[in-house]
């Protein structure tokens, strides 16, 4: 036997180690993912050391430019058509072929489509600002997607030992490939428009340019970075250019939502997993993966980049900094390398821009993963329920009903769903009072706290007897949880509810205060909404503690307690939380209250009673698991027995 057992250890050290060994081993793709990390780590070191060479270079020319505009016998011999040609040669000694961008004035030019306005602006060649036409701030203001007076967007590479940022040169529009000296524009319906802003250099056939295409009833616009000529200007060894994008979030709600998740999000392409960085607090992040589009999302809106190919590495932050605009809300950053080609003569970056709402269905119809922004739960089982409670929801939807009574007939449909749970919950409740007499008896028959196996026992033998599983009160209860989850993460990110009427609420997005006060434990108003829920959970509380016997089980008592606890707890929490929310647990509530009316009509507990007494008398066999349970109740005794000696 001793032989024997030494072997058994024998062979489970050896497996133990071979398994230790199996999943230790890193992974091809875990090999390469480590390669790819040192390879970008040694490329950053070799860009660090040309970037200290070129920085100290220019340096130099800075002081020898200073050197000649502080001689001032030479400044003095200049006549003016000399001085400008000075100038415009410390001008080239600093930006290379791009100095003839250096110097102009801002311009803006507006394009609009059915859901935005669109404001471009020479300086930097980006968008300025975003309106979309179908939404208002909270206090019906135009709704603007970020700061126009902070936004940047900086496109930087090398050209001629250089490094050159797009933000501080001037583009020139054109349309069709020619300038284009008109005003603002308007897509036609079923239509779109190419428009250019262009950076030109000292050569006419060399220029980079952004290339916007504008759809008449979209949110998606199309952007490209198109460079022309510029094979012999961008440095040799370039293989991607750099875009740095940090816009002001503005607040555009009345309240915020701690669920909101408010953050930087991104699509790996090596998983196709989206990600964000860490909510509710500043924080930033470097990505070594692929990336398929990186996002600044507010609750119910965000501004998206989007690569056709791919993204290289990112650096991404959101945090909080102090501002003059009243309506600041977060700061959004991102550093992301895009692949370049200098080899080729024309080389155009494709990319998409999505400013627009948190739809599911619209972010979910460009099929980029964009609609997992959308904060529906995090568990498979919670954000698949939510599916099929979107497409519910947006059916009821398109019948133009009140969003009231959208919600009220949603809950009728979900607790017509979860009635045979409900029906089986309260009939174990039922068939639990009859016995209550017999459960009596039983605790009477074994008093003491060391009989508490034997009392065990004789419990579940009654409960065999009447043909009752342990499980089945808690079961149903069990399985209307994650619906119960899924809901309370549905309402909060449903941005159909935002700004709907409904009674005295005036947008079921968020909360609906009858009285407003000074701060006092972390709440300054009242919402009617909560306040009816807190109520009708009290009566719940109340209804079902009267039909629970906590006298049989003293441990229990402190549970009924906790019972009344938990709404005043739950009044705390969803004060602050949509009104759409605490709308829909008054009608479950309700609802639920009906139901229970409906069930003591339909459960006869003289029938019911008869039955367990025919089950009584019928031979009871035993399952594998009972026999199981109950020898190791009795191996449990026994080792009781045997500690007391």
Known sequence: MNNKNTIIGFVLIAAILFGWMYFMTPSKEQMAEQQRIQDSIRRVRIEEARLDSIRLAEQQRQAAALARLTDSTAMADMDSATFVE???????????????????????????????????STKGGFLKQVELKDYKTYDSLPLITFDPETVKFDLSFFANNRIVNTSQFYFRPYMNGRPYTGGDMTVGENDSVVFAMRLPSDDPQKYLEYVYTVHSDNYMLGFDIRTVGMRDVIASNADYMSIDWDVDLMNQEKSTDRFADESVYYRSLNDKDVDHLVVNKDSEQTVTNKLKWVSFKQRFFCNVIIADNHFENARIAMISRKSNNPR??????????????????????PMQLYFGPNHFKTLRSYKLGLEDQINLGNFFLIRWINYGVIAVFNWLSSYGWNYGIVILILTILIKTLLFPLAFKSYKSSAITRILKPEMDAINEKYPKEEDAMKKQQAVMNLQRQAGVSPASGCLPALLQFPILIAIFRFFPASIELRQQPFLWADDLSTHD?????????????????????????????????????????????????????????????????????????????????????????????????????????????KSNFMKRLEEAQKQQAKLQQQQRR
Do not use: C
Not at 577 to 596: D, E, K, R
């Open 86 to 120: 000075h100038q415009a040669a410390i001008r080239r000694d600093k930006y290379g072929v791009f100095a003839v961008s250096v110097e102009g004035t801002e311009k803006t030019i507006t394009i609009e489509n059915k859901l935005q306005r669109l404001t471009f």
């Open 513 to 621: 205060s009858i009285i407003e006060f000074p701060r006092f434990l972390g709440m300054d108003h009242l919402s009617l909404f909560t306040l009816l829920m807190t109520i009708t959970t009290f009566i719940y509380t109340y209804v079902n503690n009267k039909q629970m016997d906590y006298s049989s089980n003293p441990q229990m008592k402190p549970m009924k307690w906790m019972m009344y606890l938990m709404p005043i707890m739950f009044f705390g929490i969803f004060n602050n939380y949509s009104a759409g929310l605490s709308y829909y647990y008054m009608l479950v509530n309700i609802i639920t209250f009906i139901q229970m009316f409906m069930f003591r009509r339909m459960i006869d507990e003289n029938k019911v009673r008869a039955t367990i007494e025919a089950n009584k008398k019928k031979p009871q066999k």
């Open 328 to 349: 600041y809300f977060k700061s959004m950053s991102a550093n992301i390398e895009v692949p370049y080609d200098v080899r080729a003569e024309e080389n155009i970056i």
